[in-house]
Nanobody, 124 residues
């Protein structure tokens, strides 16, 4: 079964950039129809950030459109989230996840594999 490990989080000032990586091992992430990035701000629930299908169809949350970009490198078996123009409200634990099936959405129950998370903190 595929395992996911996030990295690239850290502390940055507002307006800065970070690139998160999600490395898959044990199996190719291309086995899954849908890969997504989620985040959980302090004291709040988890929310979808961006998702991508094996056909490279991309959807992003309105709050990050124009600032965050999801991408994948099949050769390196890695999913990325490029985050630009970061805002304090982007502060959260960020998770990558994989889902099988024919539907790709931000419904958490559709994702059966999750990483451990990487912390992103944006200061003003």
């Amino acid at each position: 079964q595929v395992q996911l490990v996030e990295s690239g989080g850290g502390s940055v000032q507002a307006g800065g950039s970070l690139r998160l990586s999600c490395a898959a091992s044990g199996a190719s992430y291309s086995t899954y129809y849908c890969m997504g990035w989620f985040r959980q701000p302090p004291g709040k629930g988890r929310e979808g950030v961006a998702r991508i299908t094996s056909y490279r169809t991309i959807r992003s949350a309105n709050s990050v459109k124009g600032r965050f970009t999801i991408s994948q490198d099949n050769a390196r078996n890695t999913l990325y989230l490029q985050m630009n123009s970061l805002k304090p409200e982007d502060t959260a634990m960020y998770y990558c996840a994989a889902a099988s099936g024919e539907i790709c959405s931000f419904e958490e129950t559709r994702y059966n594999i999750w990483g451990q998370g990487t912390q992103v903190t944006v200061s003003s």
